[in-house]
């Protein structure tokens, strides 16, 4: 099945930490690039960071520059979020989406493949 599995989700307070992690679907980690998406309750799907799968590019959301990094590690055809001094406004269901074909425009048109996703909850 051409999903990607993500994990890492759960609840912290502000300005605590969390890493995610996400698998590429088998045979898509080729493709251009990978990113992760996030959706709030109520709020529609917004990007928070891409990534260009075997290169060293990354784009980022305005509201996450600075507090977010997105890797990856080729070997094991993975991206990770390291998500740092969160907030409240942080909190969403986070998705994994690859087999992306363009990276620096972070839309989800672009994205053919998607994960379940994983809570993040961040507390006051």
């Known amino acids: 099945q051409l999903q990607p599995v993500e994990s890492g989700g759960d609840s912290v307070q502000a300005g605590g930490s969390l890493r995610l992690s996400c698998t590429a679907p088998?045979?898509?980690?080729?493709?251009?690039?990978m990113a992760w998406f996030r959706q709030a309750p109520g709020k529609e799907r917004e990007a928070v960071a891409s990534?260009?799968?075997?290169?060293?590019?990354?784009f980022y959301a305005d509201s996450v520059k600075g507090r977010f990094t997105i890797s990856q590690d080729v070997a094991k055809e993975a991206v990770y979020l390291q998500m740092n001094r969160l907030r409240t406004e942080d909190t969403a269901m986070y998705y994994c989406?690859?087999?992306?074909?363009?990276?620096?425009?972070?839309?989800?048109?672009?994205?053919?493949?998607w994960g379940q996703g994983t809570q993040v909850t961040v507390s006051s």
């Open positions: 989406a690859a087999g992306g074909v363009v990276c620096s425009v972070l839309e989800e048109k672009y994205y053919s493949y």
């Open positions: 990534i260009v799968t075997r290169g060293l590019d990354t």
């Open positions: 088998k045979y898509t980690y080729t493709t251009n690039c």
